[in-house]
């Protein structure tokens, strides 16, 4: 029996007149999340399907589909002719066998006799030729799944949903379970923001979040050779790949940034190393954002979580902005935002021991509280345009 995927999309339907753009994103989304992978995509009535598929690729269809935002759910189902007599013999066939499938959620009790699961058959039938209304045949179809002992009948209060779907092309669908999508929005439909990826664990989780909202992802991390190692880098780009089954793919721009970080060092206030260094990743990250017409910048940053991290140090490095910066994270405890990096599996990767950047040059104290004049004035030792200008001509792509 052929297997399909059922795709179910959820928020979109909000979304009225935009509809049809929002349906076009998830639909390229899908067919780049499947690439590689022999199956044709079908859309019938406002529903999806992936069918022709090997039935060894079903799992791996169903991981891939599970992380393309704007997917509410999905089903893996059985698809059969619905049959020419009123018995529908091949849809009995199939239900029987996503019923066999399901005696494995069937409990033991304590006096050693199985409890029966409930459960009820829905059917829906476009297919209006069918002279039986779907509750009929739901009753009729029920019967089957009785068949196999150790069912009971509860319309309301069901463990297990038989859906039987009757379409109007002559095939019916028919599944069991339901799985849970990533739900969101289709990446690409909310504009592009433009990442600032450390080796943390907290920027790939704020790039996972934004992407949710359908964000489109380009990052740049900021690297100080020969005082970071490639090591640092291979982490960043392994970080990149992870949140690209969520994101689609992302540009990686590599920004040298030790020169800076060296006449910070030189001509500036111990003191504020940290806030002048964030306020130049801040500058080059917006002067980067022109050439992809990214609209914001998306920091990890969450509130109070380290000294550059207070209301004044978040005033003074995002002041140089010409975009607004977004910070998905500020809300969050670090243990929330370590159960995202875990659920998305970048965890482990942001935890390598490399230093970063940012972790060179540190003072023994940094200023908390910034007074944004204080450090405008401290800035006036350097010259701020070559030193961005040097940056952003020496990227390099990943
Ligand atoms: P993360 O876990 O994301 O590294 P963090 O808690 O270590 O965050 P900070 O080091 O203060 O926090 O960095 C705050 C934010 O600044 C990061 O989330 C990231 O968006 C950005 N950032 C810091 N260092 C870099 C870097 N080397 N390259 C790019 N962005 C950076
Ligand atoms: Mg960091």
Redesign the pocket.
């Known amino acids: 029996m052929d297997k399909v995927v059922v795709i179910r999309y959820g928020e979109l339907f909000l979304k009225g007149k935009n509809r049809e753009y929002f349906e076009s994103l998830l639909i390229k989304n899908i067919k780049s999340a499947l690439e590689g992978i022999p199956c044709r995509f079908s859309r019938s009535q406002g529903r999806y399907a992936v069918e022709d598929f090997d039935s060894a690729d079903t799992d791996e269809i169903v991981s891939r589909l599970k992380k393309v935002f704007g997917i509410h759910s999905l089903s893996v189902a059985l698809k059969t002719k619905v049959g020419a007599d009123e018995d529908f013999a091949p849809v009995r066939a199939a239900l029987s066998e996503c019923a066999a499938k399901a005696t494995t959620l069937c409990k033991t009790g304590e006096n050693g006799k199985r409890i029966p699961l409930r459960f009820r058959v829905t059917v829906k039938r476009a297919d209006k030729r069918i002279p039986m209304t779907s509750a009929e045949i739901a009753a009729s179809l029920g019967g089957t799944v009785l068949e196999k002992g150790c069912f009971k009948v509860d319309l309301t209060d069901f463990e297990v949903e038989f859906k039987v779907d009757m379409r109007e092309n002559g095939f019916a669908y028919i599944s069991s379970e339901n799985i849970a999508g990533a739900g969101g929005l289709p990446v690409g439909c909310s504009g592009r923001g433009m ?9 790939p989780v ?1 790039a996972y979040l934004m992407a949710k909202r359908g964000m489109k992802i380009f990052a ?4 100080s050779p020969p005082y970071t190692s490639d090591k640092a880098r291979d982490k960043v780009v392994d970080l990149r790949d992870k949140l690209t089954p969520y994101t689609g793919d992302v540009r990686l721009m590599v920004v040298p940034f030790t020169d800076i970080q060296l006449a910070i060092h030189k001509f500036c206030p111990a003191s504020f190393m940290i806030t002048i260094m ?1 306020r130049f ?1 801040v500058r080059i990250a917006c002067r980067l954002s022109e050439k992809y017409e990214c609209g914001a910048l998306v ?3 969450s509130l109070g ?2 000294a ?2 207070t209301v004044e140090s978040m005033t003074c490095t995002g002041a140089p902005a010409t975009l607004p910066i977004f910070r998905p994270l500020i809300g969050l405890d670090k243990d929330e935002i370590t159960e995202i990096a875990k659920k998305i599996d970048t965890f482990d990767i ?1 935890i390598r021991p490399y230093e ?3 972790t060179i040059f540190l003072p023994k104290a940094p200023a908390i509280h910034p007074d944004i004049k204080a450090v405008e004035r401290a800035e006036e030792a350097l010259d701020i345009e070559s030193l961005v200008q040097a940056a952003v001509d020496g990227v390099e792509f990943f």
């Not at 990442?195 to 920027?203: N, T």
């Not at 740049?220 to 690297?223: G, I, L, N």
């Open positions: 990442l600032l990826l450390s080796g943390g664990i907290d920027s704020a740049v991390h900021f690297s964030r990743m920091t990890g940053e979580q380290v550059s991290q942001s970063d950047c940012c």
